[in-house]
């Protein structure tokens, strides 16, 4: 058995040109649902109807005509995925007809099909000239090698003939790329006895099954899935191009409006600034200008908005451009995603596009390398913008959910699109804690490099005798990056291409030489020796300045220096202790006291095999390192101290 393929096909044209008897011709269904529609004849919101065609199922979404109303036909158009652009026979082109196809060219529309109705009130000679008046009004458009099919609601002429017609296109319409989450805009939310919040929408990408959840968007909030209908029909789940009424729970229906969504929790997120392809109308009635402020239509949106231009100050009509639209209150959006610009006083259409950045923050007019960096993400290549979106979140946190909303690529492709790059090294795995990593781009992790690399510099200034500097103090001198896995991370990477060397404690930039005299460092050297073979009896400063002779005034700062680079640890009162000492120390002291339990100074003394002199400042150490805790005369592990005052507590 064959799938049934879901579509939105949209009506579009003048008011009283006859759209809602058109769908009521071919579906039966008066889409006409107000008393004031009804009363009045004309058509004020949407309406939706289905038509079942062999293989196809198209949700049929009529759109008000009337210039009044052009915000809900906009509200209808963001789902379409073809459309009836509708001309009545007696009327033939009308300014709604124009503005409405201008909106349909603007997103981006698969195609659709041309309808003259209301045959039967005009000569047949009249019809040639209405057809004429029509190709033009079409040519260059996606309506422009569309069919002209005649009819009239009336006497039924041409109706089957549009089903036909609408089976072919429907067939010949590719398979639209589905990103993988769910998203469904709000076109109507209201409520039935029984049942609580109910909304309805176009199925944008995505399933949503009955026990879900979902980001109620951009509130914010999540709500569950208590009941699903597709084209008025009870189901289990709702998929791309579905005409979906949605149950919900966990929210009024009068807290929802038209232009909020529903969409997989992580995907959508909530902004007031968008990064922009922007194309102004070439029969647009003015220039688009730098910090005008417009009316943005967004999905079933429609928010206010100050256009922000970049690089230039005006886009004349025909034109196109880069800009940022700095919303007025916060919406969703996805990358590649269409956009229709108006002003709103004298009401007009003045252009669209598509969005670039969804989670942008400002550029700078005359950042060149910023705005450069946008063509990336207009490409048609999902490799190019995969990499340029990875380049845009920096140092940011990230998922494949974010990434498949910035770079419009479908979660499925996302995996093997990164681990290629991963393979061919245009981004690259930096650890950012213990267990976990992110991927940047090689261009990002350059410019890290880069910063550790100055920062070591600048620590080498402010240090010239040091010969290296603390692993430790590298990382306080880059507060911003994520913690110390990260920037140990990148000096692991520069010391493996030779640019820093290291010895695990300290780093130093290889082209570093420290400012000693050769006669300073020769000394720095032979202090350090002579505190290596001490052990844990080590010559005191004093002890080792009268060594150095007529080198004992420096002997202070050298000993100085060699703490500083992680050499050696300061006891107290002018005792050091080689690092490597230092840590068999702990090691012996923590293994007496696991068997032991306590440990008197002649105990510490016996164990290290040294005398008083050097037990009590090592026994002073141990206690202000915390690792162990005196009572008395005796001392324990802290962790053991810790626990016998629980015990008692």
Known sequence: MTETRNLVLGTAGHIDHGKTALVRALTGVNTDRLPAEKLRGITVDLGFAALDLPGHRLGMVDVPGHERFVRNMLAGASGMDLALLVVAADDSVMPQTREHLEILNLLGLAGGLIVLTKIDLVDPSWLDLVEDDVRRLVAGTFLDNAPILRTSTVTGEGIERVKEALLDLAASVPETMDLGPFRMAIDRSFTRAGLGTIVTGTVASGIARLGDELDWMPEGRTVRVRGLQRHDESVEFVGRGARAAINLGGVHHTEIVRGQELATPGYLHPTRVLTVSLTVS????????????????????????????????????????????????????????????????????????????????????????????????????????????????????????????????????????????????????????????????????????????????RLHLANPRQTAVRRSHVLAALPDLPGEAMVSGLLDRLVARGAVVSDNRSVALKSFEPRLSQSERKLKAELLKELQAGGFSPPDAADLAKTAGARAAVVPELLALLVEEGRIVLLGAGLYLDVD??????????????QETTMTMADLRDLLKTSRKYAVPIGEYLDRIRLTRREGDLRRLESQTQGTLADHA
């Open 282 to 457: 070439v029969d647009a009635p003015r220039p688009v200008k730098h910090r005008g402020r417009y009316r943005v239509h967004l999905g079933t949106a429609d928010v206010a908005a100050t256009l922000a231009l970049l690089g230039t100050n005006a886009l004349k009509p025909g034109e196109t451009g880069l800009g940022q639209l700095l919303l007025a209150e916060p919406a969703v959006a996805l990358a590649h995603e269409p956009f229709i610009l108006r002003e709103e006083s004298p009401p007009a259409t003045l252009g669209g596009g598509k969005i670039l950045q969804t989670s942008a923050g400002r550029i700078r007019r005359k950042d060149v390398s910023a705005i450069s960096r946008l063509q990336g993400l207009q490409c048609s290549d999902p490799v190019e913008r995969v990499t340029e979106s990875l380049a845009s979140f920096g140092l940011g946190i990230w998922t494949e959910l974010t990434l498949c909303r910035e770079s419009a690529v479908p979660l499925d492709m996302l995996k093997p699109i990164l681990d290629d790059l991963g393979r061919s090294g245009a981004v690259v795995d930096l650890p950012v804690g213990s267990r976990r990593t992110t991927r940047l781009t090689a261009d990002v992790v350059a410019d890290l490099e880069d910063r550790v690399e100055r920062a070591l510099g």
């Open 581 to 594: 000492a230092e840590l068999r120390l702990r090691c012996e002291v923590t293994a007496w006291l696991e």
